[in-house]
């Protein structure tokens, strides 16, 4: 018997250094999105590591689950150089 998921996922051990667009950015390939909320530390604001993902279909947030879970994933800044 295999055990429903739902359409809400929560998401740990993130980079401390995530934002919500990255949060949405690498989940929203796999279907649409209802809702993508990063936990931050109300003194700081400061991301606390984990947050939840939701998707408007079950069939979608497995495909996010069986994709992510367990992967290593980098979280980085883009340099601007300017002249």
């Given at each position: 018997?295999?055990?429903?998921?739902?359409t809400k996922l929560f998401v740990s051990r993130l980079s401390f250094y995530t934002t919500q667009q990255q949060l949405e950015s690498l989940f929203?390939?796999?279907g649409v999105l209802t809702e993508a909320t990063l936990i931050t530390d109300q003194?700081?604001?400061r991301p606390k590591g984990?947050?939840?993902?939701?998707y408007k279909s079950e069939?979608?947030?497995?495909?996010?689950?069986?994709?992510?879970?367990?992967?290593v994933i980098?979280?980085?800044?883009y340099l601007y150089i300017m002249p």
């Open positions: 018997m295999s055990q429903r998921i739902g929203s390939p796999f003194n700081t604001q984990f947050g939840f993902v939701s069939i979608e947030a497995e495909k996010a689950r069986k994709a992510l879970n367990g992967r980098l979280t980085f800044s």
